[in-house]
Nanobody, 125 residues
Framework: VQLQASGGGLVQAGGSLRLSCAASGRTVDSYGMGWFRQAPGKEREIVAAISWNGGRTYYTDSVKGRFTISRDNAKNAVYLQMNVLKAEDTAVYYC???????????????????WGQGTLVTVSS
């Protein structure tokens, strides 16, 4: 599976961005998917995750109520709508595919088998 993340850019605090993750090579409709981010000098963290059919989602506390993860299996794609962006959301964002439909480890960002190249989100304050 190849994953291509896009949609990053420079935005002012309070603004919005929508990240997209396009999968190729095989369909990801049976995979749990996640968005991760890594800020300068910090460890990578999981931001949001979604089960294979969109029935279950997970968000890290700092983005709850502001970010929404979704997927369109017909398009083999996953999205991250980011609203009310803050300076602390500045990071490289990665999408990743887990091998299972949904297991508890997806919500803690463990054992994701396939990764995209990342897209930079910069939020100016």
């Amino acid at each position: 599976v190849q994953l291509q993340a896009s949609g990053g850019g420079l935005v002012q605090a309070g603004g919005s961005l929508r990240l997209s993750c396009a999968a190729s090579g095989r369909t990801v409709d049976s995979y749990g998917m996640g968005w991760f981010r890594q800020a300068p000098g910090k460890e990578r963290e999981i931001v949001a995750a979604i089960s294979w059919n969109g029935g279950r989602t997970y968000y890290t506390d700092s983005v709850k109520g502001r970010f929404t993860i979704s997927r369109d299996n017909a398009k083999n794609a996953v999205y991250l709508q980011m609203n009310v962006l803050k300076a602390e959301d500045t990071a490289v964002y990665y999408c990743a595919a887990h091998g299972a439909r949904w297991v508890s480890e997806i919500s803690v960002g463990v054992n994701f088998a396939h990764w995209g190249q990342g897209t930079l989100v910069t939020v100016s304050s």
